[in-house]
């Protein structure tokens, strides 16, 4: 099973300022099935990001994902107050999906 | 638009069963593989099993093959989890999701909350 690692833990920064989110995997990962979901207090994850770098309907441009083989990034360019979530990578491989552990960015 | 709402979730006792279920619309719900993920409390995010949109393509995760039960009908727009011999490490928001583009999952229910406790 492909172990998915999301750095850093908790990512401290304050609106305007560019968040960069890491996704690191045991081994390599089809880029074709690497997503990001963003996730809020007392909701449902919500789908930000498939296939590595594709936007999914709706997703403002100030999101965008990049990476291969093992290593994966989530860039918001602007943060807006509204971005301030956990994020999760997720990838699927031999059958499975497995998740990252979670970043929570939080306002400084 | 699409909808998906999940219910069945409550309090059941250690070893006891539950039997969730979610009520899709708004797409084609046969031509679309199924997953359930869960959520404990305050945790990430787990898959724990999906199913093809004809039925016959299934996976469990480890920690719930052999106890766990995926279903669908097509004919009402339903996806099912029985769950039995359930364990306090079951305790957990379960979700049900539509698989989307490229293995990802582009619309989620709401969850619904299971609690095994005594």
Known sequence: ?108 | QVQLVESGGGLVKPGGSLRLSCAASGFTFSDYYMIWIRQAPGKGLESVSYISGSGTTIYYGDSVKGRFTISRDNAKNSLYLQMNSLKAEDTAVYYCAKRGPQRSFDYWGQGTLVTVSS
């Open chain 1, 1 to 108: 099973e492909i172990v998915l690692t999301q750095s850093p833990g908790t990512l401290s920064l304050s609106p305007g300022e560019r968040a960069t989110l890491s996704c690191r995997a045991s081994q390599s990962v089809s880029s074709s099935y690497l997503a990001w979901f963003q996730q809020k207090p007392g909701q449902a994850p919500r789908l930000l990001i498939y296939g590595a770098s594709s936007r999914a309907t709706g997703i403002p441009d100030r999101f965008s994902g990049s990476g291969s083989g093992t290593d994966f990034t989530l860039t918001i360019s602007r943060l807006e107050p509204e971005d301030f979530a956990v994020y999760y990578c997720q990838q699927y491989g031999s059958s499975l999906y497995s998740f990252g552990q979670g970043t929570k960015l939080e306002i400084k």
